[in-house]
């Protein structure tokens, strides 16, 4: 597995070349945005991973991760400046898989590297199920709101919505299990593959995300909070709020 790493600090850059090689990875260097972007799309099939500081010359880390997300899934970590919150919720909602803050050791780097690895190889898998189900079966609705898992596509009414891979199987997970409350433990394991690295404050974000698009735009309340307990999407709430 190849991980192109974009920093632009050569000490920070020769240090985690030397760890992930140390680990079995082939690694590849970009010291710019603009590198980090030109590298990239010269071969997106060449790497497995990117690891993406923010603070960038030319091009910042968060331009860099919208560039790659217009041609490219695969897993991104952003390298952020502790307590940067900001940073971190644009990360993720510009599409990162995960990120790690600054300064990090070594093995928190590797865990949440592996970790991500395994959640996109079990994302995958999942989506190759749903491939090969029958087309009958592909559609989840509910009111307004439909989702097909060979397409990948959701619709309210007649009008798409644009999710992430992750905002998608959430959306997946709900709908499958509708009328009942998920705890967050149970939608981690569901989304994420009982990623131990996956925090429950996630999964909070990644709701927030999708009623962002779904139930602020089209004016529904689909998603239902139970305190203390976790999330559902219940019959008697898809009407109009």
């Known amino acids: 597995m190849k991980v192109l790493i974009v920093e632009d600090e050569p000490n920070i850059a020769?240090?985690?070349?030397?760890?992930?090689?140390h680990e079995g990875f082939e690694t590849a260097i970009a010291q710019t945005g603009r590198e980090a972007?030109?590298?990239f799309e010269a071969n997106p099939d060449a790497f497995s991973i990117v690891l993406l500081d923010i603070m960038l010359p030319e091009l910042?880390?968060?331009e860099v991760l919208r560039r790659i997300r217009k041609i490219s899934t695969i897993p991104v970590i952003l390298v952020t400046a502790r307590g940067e919150t900001f940073d971190k919720v644009n990360g993720l909602d510009a599409g990162a898989d995960d990120y790690i803050s600054k300064p990090f050791a070594i093995e928190e780097l590797l865990a949440r590297i592996r970790s991500v690895l395994?959640?996109?190889?079990?994302?995958?898998?999942?989506g190759d199920?749903?491939?090969?189900?029958?087309?009958?079966?592909s559609e989840l609705r509910f009111g307004r709101l439909t989702l097909n898992s060979i397409s990948f596509?959701?619709?309210?009414?007649?009008?798409?919505?644009?999710?992430?891979?992750?905002?998608?199987?959430?959306?997946?997970?709900?709908?499958?299990?509708?009328?009942?409350?998920?705890?967050?433990?149970?939608?981690?394991?569901?989304?994420?593959?009982?990623?131990?690295?996956?925090?429950?404050?996630?999964?909070?974000?990644?709701?927030?995300?999708?009623?962002s698009k779904i139930d602020d735009?089209?004016?529904v309340n689909y998603i239902t909070t139970v305190r203390g307990a976790g999330y559902t999407i219940r019959e008697s709430a898809n009407e109009t709020r």
């Open 153 to 211: 596509e959701v619709f309210v009414d007649k009008t798409p919505v644009v999710l992430t891979k992750t905002e998608f199987m959430l959306l997946k997970c709900l709908l499958q299990h509708r009328n009942e409350v998920l705890s967050r433990d149970f939608i981690i394991s569901e989304v994420w593959g009982e990623d131990h690295y996956i925090d429950e404050n996630s999964v909070d974000v990644y709701i927030r995300y999708l009623r």
């Open 118 to 126: 395994r959640r996109n190889a079990y994302l995958q898998e999942q």
């Open 14 to 21: 020769s240090f985690e070349k030397l760890e992930l090689e």
């Open 37 to 39: 972007v030109t590298v």
């Open 129 to 137: 199920k749903d491939k090969s189900s029958a087309k009958e079966d």
């Open 217 to 219: 735009v089209f004016g």
């Open 60 to 62: 910042n880390g968060l």
